[in-house]
T-cell receptor
């Protein structure tokens, strides 16, 4: 069973700061997802990665398959980025996800 | 992409009762999943809802407690039976189409008194 660890658990940043959230996993995967969970519980899929780097607006996600590690970066953070960010991994040959516990981000104006 | 709706969005229920959560997708999808997120915990897969056959449950989850229906490729229900306060969670439906990313519903927030 894959163990997914995220750090930090909680993060408070000033508006405009560059933010990094880390995710490591223990067993090889076919893909890694970064998800954003809003206070009401709804989840939005931000990225799905199997290698390299992806960018969408102010969000950048990278993955290092050899090191079993991924990072989510937010540039020029804004209060509306405040949410829980969850890393999830997809095992080889399966669509089922194993989730990290999430990183709660608060961006202060 | 897929747009998913869930009903109800939230509910408060009495111990011993049952609640059925509906998940509707705006397109036909192969895989539908039900997750639970207990307070302060990560999401846990309850089961995979298979169209035309019984759901596949993960360890720790049983059909008697969480019966699931999947009558067609756009709809599924999850019932939380004989509820106790420990069932208070957010329940999420998600779908996957082939190798595309997974899409999640808005969640159903359940409080059991």
């Amino acid at each position: 069973k894959n163990e997914v660890e995220q750090s930090p658990q909680n993060l408070t940043a000033q508006e405009g700061e560059f933010i990094t959230i880390n995710c490591s996993y223990s067993v090889g995967i076919s893909a890694l997802h970064w998800l954003q969970q809003h206070p009401g519980g709804g989840i939005v899929s931000l990225f799905m990665l199997s290698s390299g780097k992806k960018k969408h607006g102010r969000l950048i996600a990278t993955i290092n398959i050899q090191e079993k590690h991924s990072s989510l970066h937010i540039t020029a953070s804004h209060p509306r980025d405040s949410a829980v960010y969850i890393c999830a991994v997809e095992g080889a040959g399966s669509y089922q996800l194993t989730f990290g516990k999430g990183t709660k981000l608060s961006v202060i104006p | 992409s897929a747009v998913i709706s869930q009903k109800p969005s939230r509910d408060i229920c009495q111990r011993g009762t049952s609640l059925t959560i509906q998940c509707q997708v705006d397109s036909q999808v192969t895989m539908m999943f039900w997750y639970r997120q207990q307070p302060g915990q990560s999401l846990t897969l309850i089961a995979t809802a298979n169209q035309g056959s019984e759901a596949t449950y993960e360890s720790g989850f049983v059909i008697d407690k969480f019966p699931i229906s999947r009558p067609n490729l756009t709809f599924s229900t999850l019932t939380v039976s004989n509820m106790s306060p420990e069932d208070s969670s957010i329940y999420l439906c998600s779908v996957s189409q082939g190798r595309e990313t997974q899409y999640f519903g808005p969640g159903t927030r359940l409080l059991v008194l």
